[in-house]
């Protein structure tokens, strides 16, 4: 059982900056990837970034890509997401989740099998 916990959102304007963690549970948090996702009102789950067990590998969302940052520390349990030159359509909320152990990388939401409870994040034109 893994357990994740977001934290970090808020308000922010536009082109400002936050930055979110998300700290696991368990003693495996170093075996897998873990990813970012965000799901704003009336729109469908979408991919934001996702870093490899190691950290070795990051990928991002088309829309993220150059602005947004994942990292983690697997001594900490912790992936984090700086989020920098925010924009209005960022607004949503931000989930952390883990990727099922059988794929090593993945867009999708339904090959993660453990998700946080999210954090808001809005940004204000």
């Known amino acids: 059982q893994v357990q994740l916990v977001e934290s970090g959102g808020g308000l922010v304007q536009v082109g400002g900056s936050l930055r979110l963690s998300c700290a696991a549970s368990?003693?495996?948090?170093?075996?897998?990837?873990m990813g970012w996702f965000r799901q704003a009102p009336g729109k469908e789950r979408e991919f934001v970034a996702a870093i490899t067990s190691t950290g070795g590998s990051t990928f991002y969302g088309d829309s993220v890509k150059g602005r947004f940052t994942i990292s983690r520390d697997n001594a900490k349990n912790t992936v984090t997401l700086q989020m920098n030159s925010l924009k209005p359509e960022d607004t949503a909320v931000y989930y952390c989740a883990k990727l099922d152990g059988r794929y090593s990388i993945s867009r999708r939401a339904n090959d993660y099998d453990y998700w946080g409870q999210g954090t808001q994040v809005t940004v204000s034109s």
């Open positions: 368990g003693r495996t948090f170093s075996t897998y990837t």
